[in-house]
C-alpha cells in the first residue's frame, strides 16, 4: 500500500509518501517514496518536494488554504515529472495517515476516521485550539481530494502517554477541575517516543516490556519522556507544550504568578502574555538573538557571545534537572536516548547536557559521540558505562504509515 503521510500545521504541510505493508513491516523493509514541505500556507508558500534519490522541485506560489496545499501535493506526486517509481495517479495512494496533535482522554491508539472521531478530534480543539483545527481542515480536504473511498486514519501525538499513571498526569489543583474539564498533562511529541522506544528495542535486542529508557526530543519544541516496561511513566510537557524544557521559542517551566505580574506591570493582555511564553522566550527569548540552536553554537564559538552561551547553557542544564528527576522516579533506567534536530546532530549540546553525570554511572565516549551526527544511530557512551547514552534519529512519519496500514486491515497493532 502507498500511504500519504501528512502533518498539517497552522501554516505548513508536511507529507510523506511511504509504500508499506503487513508483511514490508514484518520485514522491516518498508520505504519512503517522496518527501516535502509546504510553509507559509495562506500567502506566497514556499513549496519543496523531493522523490527519494529522483526528481526535486522548490518554488513559492500563492496557495490559499490546506486544501490548495494538498491539492499541490497529490497533483506533483502523481505528475510524469516526479516519476514516483508505482504511483502515476490517485488510485495508487491507498491511505492517508494523518498526525493530529491533541486526542484528549479518547484517543489511546490510532483509528480509522469517520464522522465520530472527527467529532471527537474537533471536541478536543478547547484543549489545543493552535493545533487541531489544521488537522481538521487536512483531512477534510484530503477527503475531498482522494474521496470518501481512501481510508484515512488519526496517530495521535498523545496517545503515548496514555500509560501515565494519575501522579504524573494530575496537576495538584482542586480535583473538581479535572472532573470537569480534564484538565491535566497529556504530553506531547508521542510518536516520536514510540518510534525511539522500538528502534532501542531493535537494536540493544530487548523485549518491548524490558525498555527502561529517558528519552529526550530535542528539536524546536523540546521534551523529556520517562519510559519503563516500554510505556511513558512520565513526560514533560503538559496540558499544552509549554510547559517542560527550554524551546526554541517557549521558556517551558515557570512560576504560573509570572503571568499576573506580567498583566501588572508590563500590561500584557493574556493573549499577548500567551504570545510571548509560547513565541518570544526560551532559546530566543535569552540569548536576544535567535531560537536556532546551530546558529547560537557557532554565534558562542565564533564571537564569545554571553547570552547565547547562558541560553545554551540553560537549555542544557533544564534537560540534565529532568534526566535526574525522570531516573529518580523510574528508580533507574538502561540509557539516556537523544532524538530531533538538536539531539540527533549536535554533539556539543549532547555532552553538556550529560557532563558531570559521571558520578551516576554515565560516561561519554568523545569520539563517538563526535561521529553521531547527520543521520546515524547508534550508543555514544563508553564501553562499561552503567547507564548507557544513545541516538537514534525520529522517524514519525514511518510509525504514521504502519499504524495507517495495520488500521485499515484491523491488525492489532504493535511496536
Ligand atoms: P522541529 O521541532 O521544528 O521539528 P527539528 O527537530 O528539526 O525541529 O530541530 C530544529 C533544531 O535543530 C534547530 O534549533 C536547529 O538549529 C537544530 N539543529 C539542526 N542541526 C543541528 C546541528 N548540526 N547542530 C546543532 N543544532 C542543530
Excluded at 491507498?94 to 483509528?111: I, L, N, S, Y
Amino acid at each position: 500500500m502507498n500511504v500519504l503521510v501528512l502533518n498539517c500545521g497552522s501554516s505548513s504541510v508536511k507529507f510523506q509518501l511511504i509504500a508499506t505493508d503487513l508483511d514490508l513491516i514484518a520485514k522491516n523493509a518498508d520505504r519512503r517514496l517522496a518527501r516535502g514541505v509546504i510553509e507559509r500556507v495562506g500567502s506566497e508558500a514556499l513549496v519543496s518536494f523531493a522523490v527519494e534519490g529522483g526528481a526535486k522541485l522548490r518554488t513559492a506560489e500563492p496557495l490559499r488554504d490546506h486544501r490548495a496545499a494538498i491539492d499541490r501535493i497529490l497533483r506533483w506526486v502523481v505528475s510524469p515529472e516526479a516519476k514516483v517509481p508505482g504511483v502515476s495517479s490517485l488510485a495508487d495512494i491507498q491511505a492517508v495517515g494523518h498526525r493530529v496533535v491533541h486526542g484528549g482522554e479518547k484517543f489511546t491508539k490510532c483509528v480509522v476516521i469517520d464522522s465520530e472521531v472527527l467529532d471527537g478530534i474537533e471536541d478536543t480543539i478547547e484543549l489545543a485550539p493552535l493545533h487541531n483545527p489544521a488537522n481538521i481542515k487536512g483531512i477534510l480536504a484530503a477527503r475531498e481530494l482522494l474521496g470518501p473511498g481512501v481510508p484515512q486514519c488519526a496517530v495521535f501525538d498523545t496517545s503515548f502517554h496514555s500509560t501515565l499513571p494519575e501522579t504524573a498526569y494530575l496537576y495538584a489543583l482542586p480535583y473538581q477541575l479535572y472532573r470537569r474539564y480534564k484538565l491535566r498533562r497529556y504530553g506531547f511529541h508521542g510518536t516520536s517516543y514510540r518510534y525511539v522506544a522500538y528502534r532501542y528495542r531493535q537494536l540493544a535486542g530487548l523485549k518491548p516490556k524490558d525498555v527502561n529508557v529517558v528519552a529526550l526530543h530535542l528539536g524546536n519544541g523540546a521534551s523529556a519522556c520517562a519510559i519503563k516496561g516500554g510505556a511513558s511513566v512520565d513526560t514533560s510537557m503538559g496540558l499544552t507544550p509549554l510547559e517542560g524544557l527550554v524551546m526554541g521559542t517557549r521558556g517551558g517551566d515557570i512560576d504560573p504568578s509570572i503571568i499576573e505580574f506580567l498583566h501588572d506591570r508590563e500590561g500584557l493582555t493574556l493573549d499577548q502574555i500567551d504570545t510571548l511564553l509560547n513565541k518570544q522566550s526560551g532559546l530566543l527569548g535569552v540569548s536576544g538573538l535567535t531560537n536556532d540552536m546551530r546558529e547560537l553554537l557557532e554565534e558562542e564559538r565564533e564571537n564569545g557571545d554571553r547570552r547565547a552561551r547562558l541560553a545554551i547553557d540553560m537549555f542544557c542544564a533544564r534537560a540534565r534537572k529532568y534526566i535526574g528527576a525522570y531516573l529518580a522516579a523510574m528508580g533507574g533506567a538502561d540509557a539516556v536516548v537523544f532524538t530531533g534536530g538538536i539531539g540527533e546532530n549536535s554533539a556539543e549540546v549532547r555532552g553538556r547536557i550529560l557532563k558531570g553525570l559521571e558520578w551516576m554511572g554515565l560516561s561519554l565516549d568523545a569520539a563517538r559521540n563526535k561521529a553521531m551526527t547527520a543521520g546515524k544511530e547508534g550508543e555514544v557512551s563508553a564501553p562499561g558505562s552503567r547507564l548507557k547514552a544513545w541516538v537514534i534519529p525520529t522517524n514519525e512519519e514511518l510509525l504514521i504509515a504502519r499504524d495507517a496500514v495495520r488500521a485499515v486491515k484491523g491488525a492489532p497493532r504493535r511496536w
